[in-house]
């Protein structure tokens, strides 16, 4: 049986030593959004493309606390998607999340839980750059965190994440469960300057148990802050992948190795921002196992005036499965975009993506062009004291 029971626990007693919870001021933020597009391939096919316009309504709410020890938040947002011409794939989608922060002169316990429902398509298409069947995806994370300074410029931290995947039955989606343990140690090497070594064990079991992976890792990280416009971060390391697949009486058995890393740029205009990421890391996938996923995206924000905001990002995605790295699948994506801040309240946005997805094998590229306008509204916070 997959530990879920005792990695849960383990969870909830990082978080019960704590200092007590000492409220002061709830705050209840709400907003709603209003949201048409069009797409001209709903579902990023070669030959069959499916345009349509959508609709999408979303209201959501936020309650908070915060204290000088303590930080609880309590937040969801609901979804109702609308399809003209394909009423076939309407769906109502939802993100419920819990918030627990804790700290006290040397210790610092964090607890996020997330339930979270919407469609396979748009949830892994952005990570891994694979195209699944459209289908609705329900997924429970769970992430608890504890950090204790040791000196004043060294701490240690550990991390625990669970996460719970299950599909709509089709064919070609497997339901799977991801677990991941970690433990490492940080140092403050100037005030400019952050090392760090972190270890870490993963658990990969597919619900069928037609695959299992089990993940040793370890990655060393650093943060550069050049000017108080340019910072720097880097993680680098190494993983090896034990993985056993089982089809009936047959299981058959492979070990894997690879690097993973993520690097980061950010600058700080007078009048805007550029970040420029790029990382490699082992993901979960729901056709059954996990794929090694190369990452590299530009993203531009500048501000035209004290109302209006422009923004740019372009992206770049490389995956392919530790079983068959011959196998590969690319994705690439522009997205322009305006916000036009109406007064505090109304805000409204606009933009256009385009996308090519191709894989081994595929021949032409799918390509995809979608286009959006959002009105926001934010309703005034309502406080209450206790």
Same mark, same amino acid.
């Given at each position: 049986?997959?530990?879920?029971?005792?990695?849960?626990?383990?969870?909830?007693?990082?978080?019960?030593?704590?200092?007590?919870?000492?409220?002061?001021?709830?705050?209840?933020?709400?907003?709603?959004?209003?949201?048409?597009?069009?797409?001209?391939?709903? !579902?990023?096919?070669?030959?069959?493309?499916?345009?349509?316009?959508?609709?999408?309504?979303?209201?959501?709410?936020? +309650?908070?606390?915060?204290?000088?020890?303590?930080?609880?938040?309590?937040?969801?947002?609901?979804?109702? !998607?609308?399809?003209?011409?394909?009423?076939?794939?309407?769906?109502?989608?939802?993100?419920?999340?819990?918030?627990?922060?804790?700290?006290?002169?040397?210790?610092?316990?964090?607890?996020?839980?997330?339930?979270?429902?919407?469609?396979?398509?748009?949830?892994?298409?952005?990570?891994?750059?694979?195209?699944?069947?459209?289908?609705?995806?329900?997924?429970?994370?769970?992430?608890?965190?504890?950090?204790?300074?040791?000196?004043?410029?060294?701490?240690? !931290?550990?991390?625990?994440?669970?996460?719970?995947?299950?599909?709509?039955?089709?064919?070609?989606?497997?339901?799977?469960?991801?677990?991941?343990?970690?433990?490492?140690?940080?140092?403050?090497?100037?005030?400019?300057?952050?090392?760090?070594?972190?270890?870490?064990?993963?658990?990969?079991?597919?619900?069928? =148990?037609?695959?299992?992976?089990?993940?040793?890792?370890?990655?060393?990280?650093?943060?550069?802050?050049?000017?108080?416009?340019?910072?720097?971060?880097? =993680?680098?390391?190494?993983?090896?992948?034990?993985?056993?697949?089982?089809?009936?009486?047959?299981?058959?058995?492979?070990?894997?190795?690879?690097?993973?890393?993520?690097?980061?740029?950010?600058? =700080?205009?007078?009048?805007?921002?550029?970040?420029?990421?790029?990382?490699?890391?082992?993901?979960?996938?729901?056709?059954?196992?996990?794929?090694?996923?190369?990452?590299?995206?530009?993203?531009?924000?500048?501000? +035209?005036? =004290?109302? +209006?905001?422009?923004?740019?990002?372009?992206?770049?995605?490389?995956?392919?499965?530790?079983? !068959?790295?011959?196998?590969?699948?690319?994705?690439?994506?522009?997205?322009?975009?305006?916000?036009?801040?109406?007064?505090?309240?109304?805000?409204?946005?606009?933009?256009?993506?385009?996308?090519?997805?191709?894989?081994?094998?595929?021949?032409?590229?799918?390509?995809?062009?979608?286009?959006?306008?959002?009105?926001?509204?934010?309703?005034?916070?309502?406080?209450?004291?206790?």
């Amino acid at each position: 049986m997959y530990p879920f029971a005792r990695s849960w626990l383990a969870a909830v007693a990082c978080l019960s030593t704590g200092a007590p919870v000492q409220a002061d001021e709830w705050v209840l933020d709400r907003t709603i959004n209003a949201r048409v597009g069009y797409n001209d391939n709903l !579902n990023m096919q070669v030959a069959t493309r499916e345009a349509s316009s959508t609709l999408a309504l979303t209201p959501s709410l936020t +309650l908070s606390d915060r204290t000088e020890r303590s930080d609880i938040s309590v937040a969801f947002a609901a979804t109702a !998607n609308r399809y003209q011409e394909r009423p076939e794939f309407n769906t109502t989608d939802y993100r419920a999340t819990l918030n627990l922060k804790s700290s006290s002169e040397l210790d610092q316990r964090s607890l996020t839980v997330v339930s979270l429902r919407d469609s396979t398509l748009a949830s892994e298409l952005a990570t891994t750059g694979v195209v699944l069947a459209r289908r609705q995806r329900t997924q429970t994370t769970l992430q608890a965190s504890w950090q204790r300074s040791l000196t004043e410029r060294l701490s240690a !931290n550990t991390a625990l994440s669970l996460v719970s995947t299950r599909f709509e039955p089709t064919p070609g989606l497997v339901d799977f469960a991801d677990q991941t343990l970690s433990a490492g140690l940080r140092r403050v090497v100037s005030d400019s300057t952050t090392v760090g070594l972190t270890l870490s064990s993963r658990d990969f079991k597919t619900a069928d =148990d037609s695959v299992r992976s089990h993940i040793n890792a370890f990655s060393i990280s650093g943060q550069w802050r050049y000017s108080e416009r340019l910072k720097f971060t880097l =993680d680098a390391g190494r993983d090896r992948t034990q993985t056993i697949q089982q089809a009936k009486a047959l299981s058959a058995s492979s070990i894997t190795s690879g690097s993973s890393f993520n690097a980061l740029a950010a600058y =700080d205009h007078e009048s805007g921002s550029t970040t420029a990421t790029l990382g490699r890391s082992l993901n979960a996938s729901g056709i059954g196992g996990l794929l090694r996923s190369d990452q590299a995206a530009l993203n531009y924000q500048r501000r +035209l005036s =004290d109302t +209006l905001d422009f923004g740019f990002g372009a992206s770049a995605v490389r995956s392919r499965a530790l079983d !068959n790295p011959a196998s590969e699948v690319r994705l690439n994506r522009l997205s322009p975009s305006l916000q036009w801040k109406i007064d505090p309240q109304l805000t409204l946005s606009g933009g256009y993506t385009y996308l090519t997805q191709i894989s081994t094998g595929q021949g032409d590229p799918a390509r995809g062009n979608a286009l959006f306008l959002n009105l926001m509204y934010g309703f005034k916070p309502v406080s209450a004291s206790k």
